[in-house]
């Protein structure tokens, strides 16, 4: 046996996300486009609401499903929503971070040997996820000229005897795909009458730009096998506060809270108590954020498509714009990666790799708008003199 560590830990690979940051942690001057998180402050109320409560010396464990008061007012949140009506006490779960609640959902839906379906370019998380449960991941690549939305086509051509569980992720990271209603329509008919259970990923739905957005609560016959994640990292602007939560019928709750108790255990009290303060208090605090966003989206996708050889179909959520690079990929032989790296080291931007997001992510860079107008403005103005300097014929 000897002191080998574990053939699993050993496979799992780093992020291309944070292989960007790591990257530039050691330069000067550099203007941050990688990292998927709000450049705005958990709004005060919330703060001054965490502060009371270690004040009052709530220093305890907490159950693990999560405190009755957080879980009772994210229940309030989505009946009120007209999305969803949970039981507090059965079907919820309140995580460390949508992560951790992603995690939990694959551990209790998919055993060893099943297969995962997720639309690809994808969150990274997802991928070493699966990979954790021993599952098998069949990636669905979907396409830019459908806005990154995945095909139903594609979806019933990868499904199998083994298939267990899909992830839908709308709005998506990398790529901003909302999935609009006729193609979800159209998703859901392929997946209506088979035994498959979906992760319906929601964590920026409120960071939508289009007029209509469609989330998986409105399919209603069907929400017996879905776990519905989302938190309040992008919601409130609380990446570091690490909480999330699923929503599933009891018995998905259940066997889940069990996984967290043995992994996570529970969440601090003050930081759950100050979410469920911020549930009641701080809503129009993600409109304020959303508009925001709205307009950084509309300033970096005219910038983008202004640099030679790059384009970006305005994506209508999350705060991520996937622009295509294949035409200076094609002048200079880069690959993304290499592309990323040219930037960062000629420019100071930093970048994320398509390829970081699957295979078919090759061709694109992420480029995050979560940040100042004036550093999108500077950033971007970097990026067209520099590639403007090469001399590529574009
Ligand atoms: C699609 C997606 N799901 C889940 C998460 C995780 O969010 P949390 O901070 O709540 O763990 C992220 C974070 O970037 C994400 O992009």
């Not at 007029?211 to 570091?240: C, H, P, Q, W």
């Amino acid at each position: 046996m000897g002191l080998e560590l574990s053939q699993l830990a050993k496979g799992l690979g780093g992020s291309a996300i944070r292989e960007m940051f790591n990257e530039a942690q050691n330069m000067t001057n550099t203007i941050s486009f990688t990292v998927g998180e709000p450049d705005f402050i958990t709004p005060q109320p919330i703060i001054e609401e965490v502060c009371r409560r270690f004040e009052e010396g709530l220093t305890h464990y907490t159950p693990n499903s999560g405190v009755a008061e957080l879980r009772k007012a994210i229940a309030k949140y989505h009946r009120d929503r007209g999305e969803l009506d949970p039981n507090p006490d059965k079907n919820i779960m309140v995580s460390c971070g949508a992560t951790e609640a992603i995690q939990m959902a694959l551990f209790t839906l998919a055993d060893p040997g099943d297969e995962v379906i997720l639309p690809t370019p994808a969150w990274p998380n997802y991928f070493g996820q699966i990979g954790m449960c021993g599952a098998r991941l069949v990636e669905v690549p979907t396409r830019e000229e459908n806005g990154f939305a995945p095909d139903p086509q594609d979806l019933l051509a990868a499904i199998t005897d083994r298939t267990k569980v899909i992830i839908l992720n709308s709005p998506c990271n990398p790529t901003g795909a909302v999935i609009e209603k006729a193609r979800y329509d159209a998703i859901i008919d392929v997946l209506k009458d088979r035994e498959i259970f979906i992760i319906a990923d929601e964590v920026y739905s409120r960071l939508v730009y289009a007029d209509e957005y469609t989330s998986i609560t409105g399919y209603k016959d069907i929400l017996d096998r879905v776990v519905y994640i989302n938190g309040f990292s992008k919601m409130f602007a609380m990446t570091g506060w690490r909480l999330g939560y699923a929503i599933a019928r009891e018995d998905i709750i259940t066997n889940m809270t069990k996984l967290h108790e043995n992994g996570a255990s529970c969440l601090p009290a003050p930081t759950q108590l100050a979410a469920a303060y911020g549930l009641v208090t701080c809503l129009p605090k993600i409109e304020e954020m959303r508009l925001s966003y709205l307009r950084r989206r509309n300033l970096i996708c005219s910038l983008i498509n202004k640099i030679p050889g790059f384009s970006v179909k305005t994506p209508n959520g999350a705060f991520y714009a996937f622009a295509n690079v294949k035409p200076v990929l094609a002048a200079t032989g880069m690959n993304s990666k290499e592309l990323c790296m040219d930037i960062l080291k000629n420019t100071g931007c930093v970048t994320v790799p398509g390829s970081g997001f699957g295979e078919c992510g090759e061709g694109f860079i992420r480029i995050t708008y979560a940040t100042s107008d004036e550093k999108i403005i500077e950033g971007m103005k970097r990026i067209k003199e520099y590639i403007s300097s090469l001399g590529l014929a574009l």
